[in-house]
């Protein structure tokens, strides 16, 4: 078990960013930059890029300081899932997606009999990643990407994404001027990054352009050939709020663990509505993201579908619960525990230096709560006869500074 550490990248990325932003004298960081334009161009030649494109490309083009600065930010204080889904699935976000439900009918009739993925799911992606395109990010793609892949920053995330880019550039589904997105590249309604956009976009209004960032069409259904692909079930859920008997251990359970829902019923694991399952031999696992205190849910083959846009589960959740609540359900029957028992920076700094002193993790502590981490916390839970959930609370940490 060993803790990452990003403290080398952190330190090349603030002298970089002095460079741009301060010190070096005119024009010194751009032949810089410059020089890299020159290199990177063997690697775009290779994938097909036309020098015209190249040059149309980066004609003019900067490193973009803000871009650096958002790669690196790291939050002093994690926020708690429950502020999370409290923020992405707010009561305005509901009723805009309801709102947009209704006037999309006839489209998203469509699309759902084209594609079998849920409409509520589709919206609820929209919503969730650019406020139904209201905030599809300003910044343009190739500059951000150019960026990133110069500082070194996410480097082979930002040379692949450059490349796809380049390509989407040079096919003009998109002129360079409009073609803009957020820090990191993900592009238009559905913030697409580039290599998803080439492989699934599509051009669902025949104009000729796969147009996700100013064409509803076009994006709800690019939204919807990437979930296809993703193994989306037509006809299911993503999964259910449960309630969990008392004294059943729920970190006992991995999250691997798979089991039918008729077999999680027989072990007091229902529904938290009080409904039955509807299909008892769907395939489910057991996610409890806020621990043995908050909500709980069995999660389906659709919950790793939405997995594949985002791969944080509390996306997927957040995606999942809105379009429940767009649908008309309510909000989760269990509450989100309250952030008394979140750690702040220095708390999770403090816990890895103890688990690290009990032997229970090796690395330098810096604070970032990985798996590492989660499966010393779990570790120590078990020692202790504690309900073993893995989460790093302050319960835990007042416990291991009462043991030195
Ligand atoms: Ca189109």
């Known amino acids: 078990m060993r803790i990452a550490s990003d403290i080398k990248a952190l330190i090349g990325l603030a002298l970089l960013v002095m460079v741009l932003v301060a010190g070096a004298p005119a024009g010194a960081s751009a032949a810089t930059f410059a020089q890299w334009v020159e290199q990177f161009w063997p690697t775009a030649r290779a994938a097909g890029i036309t020098r015209d494109t190249y040059d149309r490309a980066f004609k003019g083009v900067t490193p973009d ?182 004294g059943f251990k729920v970190a006992s359970v991995s999250e691997s663990t798979v089991k039918a829902l008729g077999d999680w019923q027989k072990l007091g694991i229902v529904r938290a509505s009080g409904a039955a399952y509807p299909r008892a031999t769907d395939k489910a696992t057991l996610f409890a993201p806020a621990g043995a205190n908050g909500p709980a849910f069995l999660v389906l083959n659709n919950f790793r579908s939405i997995l594949h846009y985002n791969t944080a589960k509390s996306y997927a959740l957040a995606v999942g619960h809105l379009a429940d609540r767009l649908r008309g359900d309510g909000p989760f029957v269990h509450p989100w525990p309250t952030d008394e028992n979140h750690l702040a920076l220095d708390q999770r700094v403090e816990l890895q230096r103890l688990l690290v002193t009990k032997g229970l993790l090796t690395g330098d502590a810096d604070g970032v709560i990985g798996p590492a981490t989660l499966q010393a916390v779990k570790a120590y839970q078990r020692a202790k006869g504690l309900p073993v959930d893995g989460f790093p609370s302050l319960t835990i940490l007042e416990l291991l500074r009462k043991e030195g």
């Open 65 to 246: 300081p803000e871009v650096i600065e958002s790669a690196n930010f790291q939050p002093e204080y994690v926020k708690p899932i429950g502020e999370y889904m409290d923020r992405v699935v707010s009561d305005k976000r509901i009723a805009m997606g309801q709102q947009k439900l209704v006037e999309n009918k006839a489209l998203l009739d469509a699309i759902e009999a084209r594609y079998g993925v849920d409409r509520h799911i589709l919206v609820a992606i929209w919503g969730v990643e650019s406020n139904y395109g209201t905030q599809p990010g300003d910044k343009n793609v190739i500059r951000s990407l150019a960026t990133l892949a110069y500082s070194g920053t996410k480097a082979t995330y930002a040379r692949q994404q450059l490349i796809a880019a380049l390509k989407i550039l040079q096919r003009g589904d998109v002129t360079l001027e409009a073609m803009n997105g957020s820090w990191a590249g993900a592009m238009g309604h559905t913030q697409f990054i580039p290599t998803t956009y080439n492989s699934f976009a599509v051009d669902y209004d025949g104009d000729g352009k796969r147009d996700i960032w100013n064409d509803v069409p076009d994006s709800l259904a690019s939204t919807a050939s990437y979930l296809k692909v993703s193994k989306w079930r037509p006809g299911e859920s993503w999964g259910y709020e449960v309630e969990v008997p008392k």
